[in-house]
């Protein structure tokens, strides 16, 4: 119902003749293509206007604007991903590995975009 309700609204839309869709390919590109932007700002809404990101403390402090302070402390350090037969990180040493395992994983991301960038030009 959802879909087929979906697939009406797109195929009202009015396309310039200059965008060049010519066959099947075309069009499943410019529709994936929405679809893809549709999804972007449905989950950049989700997380950055509604506060979704949720940071779970076993015991957390009375009081007021612990919550808030919770998930801004979450944006602010990251969070780490555990399996759910994972202990939580208990030593000093233990959280340092997950935090030279999360640089890399960035460092990397910025290298393979400045390279994807290099390539561009």
């Known amino acids: 119902m959802v879909a087929q309700e979906f697939i009406n609204f ?17 069009r499943l590109n410019f529709f994936t293509t929405i679809l893809f932007l ?33 998930v801004n402390y979450c944006w602010v350090h990251g969070t780490i991903p555990l399996r ?3 202990p939580l990180p208990e030593t ?17 991301d910025v290298v393979c975009l400045s390279e994807s960038v290099d390539n561009l030009l």
């Open 92 to 108: 000093d040493a233990q959280w340092k590995e997950y935090d030279i395992h999360r640089r890399i994983t960035l460092n990397t």
């Open 10 to 26: 797109f195929s009202t839309l009015q396309l310039p003749a200059s965008t060049g869709i010519e066959d099947f390919g075309d």
């Open 38 to 70: 549709i999804a972007t700002l449905v989950v950049t809404a989700k997380q950055y206007v509604l506060g979704a990101m949720s940071c779970y403390v076993s015991v957390s402090p009375s009081g007021t604007g612990f919550d808030t302070f919770l």
């Open 84 to 86: 759910s037969n994972e």
